[in-house]
């Protein structure tokens, strides 16, 4: 197809998705029996020593020099600094730490699919696999190419990308593309879906098209593709040059919208849609099993809702089973409905009130139980089966260390970095730190949604937010060096670095737990009982007349969790317990004399979430501890 005539193609979309008219679609029924893993691919896995970054090719080449500047070895202790680190300045976060690389690549996910296999994971949501300059990989050179550096042949590939424009006739097939590819083929075939991240509302300085605009000005193929916010005057020796950055930050160049601001401009429209395809069905045969499954938006809310509308109906066009995410903090319920995303990262009904009980402790069980469920059920049944359900991620401090620091009672996502307050705490967490993680993770899988699990946290990594949320992963074959070091200069009891084989094994059967029960995938949500002073408290999930309760104590002592009068006495047999084993749950039942009366209700050890099931329902293999 000719750029001209994909550019009538997407003019010609059906009226009703261009006024937003549709109704929200359901995700894909996959979907709601997904588990996911994010993976981070440059600190995930060096699978290929001989694909270093090169000096060149990075984003801070203005600053460091070529002479003094090194791959940073993968076991390293954090926080120790480097002699070019040292060289730029005194400050871990502001002279050095963003510039290094570890040298992760695709080659290194490959090599490590049985491991994900082995977690129990089916859905790998890839953080930025595309050609960028950045560790992040936010600020593209291309969208339709994977990072040479995450290839085989960096050089060979760059070779052939600089040959190429924004027309898919031209596109070649890289070795990195090619080793991507292969890589899909080995997570499909272990049942393990793939989506992947953009951004489309800014490219990078070094994207194509920019390069060309800088280069030829307003004569440029793509003078229209970019908030252009002053032309180059030949005329003056000064470079006057300039555009809009995200949110001011230059190297983000921001792409331009329609004049009435409602839409993406045409070319940078028919571009993405065109890279879209590209790698939902590569060879453009119509058999979309070769392809990804699915996609991650970046900062979606700041590209216009037409834009969405008529992406979100492109990618069911291609494969009506592929899986839309948006980046939305807050309520999404009316954005969804609105751009056609299937699903929101879920911050706003889980990540948020979670944090607000059970680390920070600023909200009560009550206040909690209800938040949380009214915030799910505010979306329709079907969306809230596929939310993507995450406590921790690229954009936050990890799990463990969210907990660790829950007394600074900042709320989610602040103060979460020793740049932001000094006294946030580095250290790895301590064994009741660690039950408290365990109980979170619990509830995340026996909640509806996709649970996702962020790189490393199974393994035992913690680490404050960017960047020291992004570590080079911890695996069971590699010896670390121990964190001795701290970012502000405090003294520090030294924290070994080892991969935890007693979480990860948790991890596995938490995951089992929720890929062996049908209720908790696809059951009703509700609240059961909630005590604050006991803070303690218990849901039910219900499917075609079984039952499932989901009871948890986050306090130090042992509670009894009293159920409302009426609740009907009803046996119950644990089947999971995140911390002991199953035998130490004292009461298998609803009724217990308390204080010498008769009860209904649960006595929970503490610091653990405990999933029952009723006596007279099938049977679900235990999933103990220490069985």
Do not use: C
Not at 46 to 61: H, I, K, R, V, Y
Request: charged share 25%; hydrophobic share 40%.
């Amino acid at each position: 197809m000719t750029r001209s005539a994909r550019l009538l193609a997407l003019a010609l979309l059906p009226l009703a998705t261009a006024l937003g008219l549709r109704a929200q679609p359901a995700p894909p029924a996959w979907v709601a029996d997904a588990v996911a893993n994010e993976i981070f691919p440059e600190r995930f896995a060096n699978g290929d020593p001989g694909n270093a970054p090169a000096w060149e090719s990075l984003d801070f080449n203005d600053r460091v020099t070529k002479a003094t500047w090194r791959t940073t070895p993968w076991t390293a202790d954090w926080y120790a600094r480097a002699d070019w680190e040292r060289d730029l300045g005194p400050s871990f976060y502001e002279d050095g730490v963003f510039f290094r690389r570890f040298g992760g690549d695709v080659q290194g996910v490959l090599d490590r699919v049985g491991y994900l296999d082995s977690l129990g994971v089916s859905l790998v949501y890839f953080n930025p696999v595309f050609y960028a300059a950045s560790l992040h990989k936010y600020d593209a050179t291309s969208y339709h190419h994977i990072d040479p550096f995450f290839g085989p042949d960096p050089a060979g590939d760059i070779a052939l990308i600089a040959t190429e424009t924004a027309d898919p006739a031209s596109w070649h097939l890289t070795s990195a593309d090619r080793l991507f590819f292969e890589t899909l083929d080995a997570l499909h075939a272990r049942g393990i879906r793939v989506i992947l991240d953009g951004v489309f509302n800014h490219t990078g300085t070094r994207f194509f098209a920019f390069e060309d605009v800088r280069a030829n000005q307003q004569a440029s193929r793509y003078a229209d593709w970019y908030e252009i916010t002053h032309w180059d005057d030949p005329a003056t020796p000064a470079d006057e040059f300039d555009w809009t950055g995200w949110w001011g930050f230059k190297p983000l160049v921001v792409l331009a919208n329609t004049p009435d601001g409602t839409d993406l401009a045409p070319g940078p429209k028919a571009y993405i849609f065109d890279a879209t395809r590209r790698w939902m069905d590569p060879n453009g045969d119509g058999d979309t099993s070769d392809g990804i499954d699915g996609w991650r938006l970046d900062v979606s809310g700041e590209v216009p809702d037409a834009f969405w509308r008529d992406w979100t109906a492109m990618v069911a066009s291609v494969n009506p089973n592929a899986y839309t995410v948006a980046e939305e903090w807050g309520d999404a319920t009316d954005y969804l409905r609105r751009t056609g995303f299937h699903s929101t990262m879920n911050y706003h009904a889980l990540a948020i009130p979670a944090d607000a009980f059970l680390w920070d402790g600023r909200q009560g069980a009550a206040a909690f139980a209800d938040t949380l469920v009214a915030r799910f059920d505010a979306y329709p049944e079907a969306t809230r089966l596929g939310m993507f359900n995450l406590y921790a991620g690229h954009d936050t401090d990890r799990l463990a260390s969210m907990i660790v620091n829950g007394t600074l009672g900042a709320n989610y996502d602040r103060d979460a970095n020793p740049r932001q307050t000094d006294r946030y705490d580095v250290r790895a967490p301590t064994a009741a730190e660690r039950d408290v993680q365990r109980l979170a993770v619990t509830l995340q899988m026996a909640l509806p949604g996709v649970p996702m699990v962020y790189y490393g946290d199974e393994a035992g990594m913690w680490g404050a937010d960017d960047p020291d949320d992004r570590q080079a992963m911890v695996w069971p074959d590699l010896t670390y060096a121990d964190q001795t070091h701290d970012p502000l200069g405090r003294r520090r009891t030294p924290d070994p670095v080892r991969f935890d084989h007693d979480l990860f094994g948790f991890y596995q059967r938490a995951i089992a737990l929720r890929n062996g029960d049908a209720v908790l995938r696809h059951g009703s949500l509700r609240v059961l009982a909630a005590d604050s002073a006991a803070q303690s408290v218990a849901f039910e999930r219900t499917l075609g007349g079984q039952r499932r309760v989901v009871a948890l104590n986050r306090s130090d002592r042992s509670q009894f969790l009293a159920f409302p009068d009426g609740t009907p006495r009803v046996p119950l047999v644990p089947i999971f317990a995140s911390s002991g084993s199953l035998a130490e749950i004292p009461s298998l039942v609803f009724v217990l004399e308390e204080d010498g009366r008769s009860g209904v209700g649960l006595r929970l050890p503490p610091r653990t979430a405990v999933v029952f099931r009723t006596a007279d329902g099938p049977d679900v293999r235990p999933n103990g501890l220490h069985e």
